[in-house]
């Protein structure tokens, strides 16, 4: 159910690495949690953000959650789709989801983060 390529953040964020940039989002749990998506306020190009900080928010039918970097550096692109759209995320987490590609200030972060097993082992220990 997780994609094995992506390293996962506690928060129930994802990010997919390419060279020194790293596509963002949140995963399947997470979006299965909040239920139907209605609206992401997106970080802005060009922010500086920080590792394990609020860069947005997803609203819900159920509720409003952050959306936190598991990385940090610059936002370089966002997902300008997911304004008209938000659904997507509820649909395609992985794929047509994404929120933001960020160029990594210190690519040694992504180390620290969890592979598929750890986040998939994490989400169990959580229903505890």
């Known amino acids: 159910m997780y994609p094995k390529e992506l390293k996962y953040h506690k928060e129930h964020e994802w990010i997919r690495v390419e060279g020194k940039q790293a596509t963002l989002g949140i995963s399947h749990f997470a979006q299965d949690a909040l239920g139907d998506i209605v609206f992401l306020d997106l ?20 509720t409003t959650s952050s959306i936190y970097s598991p990385v ?50 994490f989400l169990s220990s959580q229903k505890k």
């Open 43 to 62: 970080p802005k190009v060009g922010a500086a953000v920080t590792a394990n900080q609020q860069v947005g928010e997803v609203e819900s039918t159920k």
């Open 72 to 121: 940090s550096g610059k936002v370089v692109k966002i997902n300008t789709d997911l304004k008209d759209h938000p659904e997507v995320v509820n649909s395609d987490p992985y794929g047509k989801g994404w929120i933001a590609i960020i160029e990594l200030s210190d690519p040694r972060q992504v180390d620290g983060l969890m592979t598929a097993a750890q986040y998939e082992a």
